[in-house]
């Protein structure tokens, strides 16, 4: 059999790909070395509740022509992200509002929390931060930073905000209005059947084959063009050297109880609390369930052969990444696409943008 595309990745980047193809009469095969389709925004039903197996994934977006085309796929429910962070025995809300500096500092008016923090600011006195900590002082004053951001940040990148250059943080947005809602878009949902259905259906007609690793298979398929969304290093056998990620390990549990946390997303911002957040996957879906199920998410160092999830784009793997970019336009009938093959954190709906953007580019 002689196909127009091998697609290398059944996730969001390559079922909008081959979607896109085969409506345009185009024969595709999409592989995948995974049991399941999706990619990481699988889903998979736990006692009828849709558990995100690869991290919490909320749909947001301003780009009218995305959230339509999604919602060909699905319907979207009215989920709208209002994560809270615990603190030893406080808690907050998320991202930093009135809501939150009300309850640090017992005030009402935004008057009143701007000049809180312009005087912390200025007692701090910080011209020209030296490290991540001075930067999200200058920004946001020491008490957010302390109770909200000190901890958090250290397990996330696994070193001390002192010994992290400033540069990573560009922003801390504050918000002096009582709104907990954690996106600025136009648009925010949750599948209500989940992830795994919006790609089952994008993917209808197309032939699938699982558990099929490219690099095992890759001189028994006859395509004109393969689409490449797994890792552009490994593509290259790593002969320029690995490019780097920082990964998560998932900790999921049943539990035995309706309602756990009473929120989807609980972040713990304390750096004597081992793990970033507590994502209780039914209150995505306002799930009623006699149980539930949670993920302790944690943070780790990345190694080969782990899963990669956040590519560390610093000035050393920027140029590595430019490097193997090189080697890719020397090849014919090869396209890099996705987090991995563009190494890039992508939100859904810009994994989707660059899809549609790559099937115009085929047009040409
Ligand atoms: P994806 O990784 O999904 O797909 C690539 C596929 O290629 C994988 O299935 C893999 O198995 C396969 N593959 C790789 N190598 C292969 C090989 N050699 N042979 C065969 N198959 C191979 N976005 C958002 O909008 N809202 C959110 O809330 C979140 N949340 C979030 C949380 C976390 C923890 C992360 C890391 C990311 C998010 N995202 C997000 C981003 C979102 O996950 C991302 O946009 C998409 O999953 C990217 O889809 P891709 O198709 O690019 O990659």
Request: aromatic share 14%; charged share 25%; glycine share 8%.
């Amino acid at each position: 059999m002689k196909y127009d595309y091998l697609i290398v990745g059944a996730g969001l980047f390559g079922a909008v790909f081959a979607r896109e193809m085969t409506n345009m009469g185009r024969k595709c095969l999409v592989i995948d070395k995974r049991k399941h389709i999706a990619g990481n925004i699988y889903t998979e039903e736990i006692d009828g509740i849709y558990v995100h197996r690869y991290g919490a994934h909320i749909f947001h977006t301003s780009d009218k022509k995305i959230w339509e085309y999604v919602n060909r796929y699905t319907e979207f429910n009215q989920y709208i992200n209002s994560p809270v962070a615990v603190y030893g025995d406080e808690l907050y809300n998320l991202p930093f509002n009135m809501n939150t500096f009300s309850k640090m500092w017992g005030i009402k008016t935004p008057a009143e929390a701007k000049e809180i923090i312009e005087r912390q600011i200025r007692k701090a006195g910080i011209k020209e931060p030296a490290n991540l900590e001075e930067q999200a002082i200058r920004l946001v004053g020491t008490d957010v930073y302390e109770k909200l951001i000190k901890g958090y940040t250290q397990k996330q990148w696994g070193r001390k905000c002192t010994e992290l250059p400033a540069f990573i943080i560009k922003r801390l947005p504050l918000r002096f209005t009582y709104d907990n809602n954690y996106f600025n878009d136009r648009y925010q949902g949750i599948p209500v059947d989940g992830y795994t259905k919006m790609v089952e259906k994008m993917l209808e007609g197309i032939e699938v084959r699982l558990e099929t690793d490219y690099f095992q298979v890759r001189n028994e398929i006859d395509a004109d063009t393969t689409v490449y969304t797994g890792p552009i290093d490994e593509y290259f056998g790593y002969t320029l050297g690995h490019l780097q990620y920082r990964s998560l390990r998932f900790e999921t549990e049943k539990l035995d109880c309706e309602n756990y946390q009473g929120n989807a997303v609980v972040n713990y911002t304390a750096a004597d609390v081992p793990y970033t957040r507590i994502i209780e996957h039914k209150h995505f879906t306002f799930g009623k369930q006699p149980v539930t199920v949670i993920t302790r998410e944690y943070s780790s160092e990345w190694k080969p052969g782990e899963e990669p999830y956040y590519p560390v784009n610093d000035s050393k793997n920027t140029e590595l990444y430019r490097k193997y970019q090189e080697l890719a336009e020397q090849e014919q009938g090869l396209i890099f696409g996705g987090r991995l093959g563009q190494y890039q954190y992508f939100d859904m709906d810009k994994v989707i943008a660059s899809a549609l953007s790559c099937v115009e580019s085929q047009k040409k």
